[in-house]
């Protein structure tokens, strides 16, 4: 992958720091133009901890400058999260609870529009868009196992030995829907479509990088992955659906597939057994699994109403 098309004033200024191999202190004091500009200059740093890109150094990665810009973006990300998804207190048995929390959420969903009514040119768009995390499924929750104890460790494998294919290179989540996009004609190379996403894909993202990066935020990490793990069997069958309905290649349709029956699994030990047994374990980690479940859900609400919107479809 190559860097991504600047944005903004933010992201020429990393963007050139980056292909120079020099960037300097400088560069913090650089204002972002605005949300997306600020957004995918997070992006950019945080690939560096992914697969990187073709015209940047790979020692750049833990360059002393690069990093205090990344914690600048991230703390005022954060508290932005902190400020909209604040959680209520959850009482009674920990899973009940957060199985609650998450299935009040009412949020707007783009697969019922696929299911139903989606055109053939918006539900491509909306597959080119899903790449930015699809084609590196699961990875961002990686970060997590070195941080956590026993029980809640064992369950998060057990859960991404499953993403990663169970040992089977066709079988990996990401490498399933690489597939599916060669099928319907559209790229599959890592990061093919980022100039194009809207801020809230960035966004969305970077939250996961976030959560997955900082041991602090290991219990954020955990109830985000229980939060999305929860919501996706009943929209995957819903694209699969929506995608049968406009003759979506079998590949595509597959993705979905696997996911309406492994999701039901997965919610199951990510709810239950992933959070119940870190809370158990960390009780103190029990409001940030909460935090970390609405910022999910949150954030693909802004997604989905971002997306019917720019449709005229009604959210
Ligand atoms: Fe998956
Ligand atoms: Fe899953």
């Known amino acids: 992958m190559r860097i991504p098309k600047a944005r903004g ?3 020429e200024a990393l963007a050139a720091a980056l292909h120079e191999g020099t960037p300097t202190a400088a560069l913090t004091a650089v204002p ?3 949300d997306a500009d600020r957004h995918l200059s997070l992006w950019t740093l945080y690939e560096l901890s992914y697969r990187g890109f073709d015209d940047v150094d790979d020692e750049l990665e833990w360059q002393p400058e690069l990093l205090a810009l990344r914690r600048t973006l991230e703390r ?3 508290a932005e999260l902190r400020e909209w998804f604040s959680p209520p207190e959850l009482g009674g048995p920990f899973a009940d609870a957060l199985f609650e929390l998450i299935g009040n959420d009412d949020g707007a969903s783009v697969a019922t529009f696929v299911q139903r009514e989606a055109t053939l040119d918006q539900t491509l768009e909306l597959l080119r868009y899903r ?3 699809h084609l590196k499924e699961a990875d961002p929750t990686a970060w997590v196992v070195p941080r ?3 029980g809640p460790k064992a369950a998060l494998m057990e859960l991404q030995y499953d993403e990663y294919g169970c040992g089977d290179p066709n079988r990996l989540h990401s490498h399933l829907f690489v597939r599916g996009l060669d099928a319907a004609g559209l790229r599959s190379d890592y990061g093919a479509y980022v100039d194009d996403v809207p801020v809230e ?3 969305q993202n970077n939250a996961m990088t976030l959560f997955g990066l900082h041991r602090r935020l290991r219990g954020a990490a955990l109830g985000h992955l229980a939060a999305f793990e929860a919501t996706s069997s009943l929209p995957s069958r819903r694209m699969a659906q929506g995608l049968g309905r406009l003759g979506l290649p079998a590949e595509m349709i597959a ?3 696997e996911h309406i029956e492994a999701d039901a699994v997965h919610e199951q030990l990510a709810v239950r057994t992933i959070c119940g047994a870190l809370v158990h374990e960390e009780p103190a980690q029990a409001a940030e699994v909460a935090f970390g479940a609405l910022t999910c859900l949150g954030l693909e609400d802004r997604f989905a109403r971002r997306m019917l919107a720019d449709w005229g479809a009604a959210a």
């Open 148 to 150: 956590l104890t026993t």
């Open 131 to 133: 790449t930015i995390y």
């Open 255 to 257: 993705y979905y597939q």
């Open 201 to 203: 894909v960035l966004m």
């Open 9 to 11: 004033e933010l992201s």
């Open 76 to 78: 005022r990300f954060e």
């Open 32 to 34: 972002a133009t605005d």
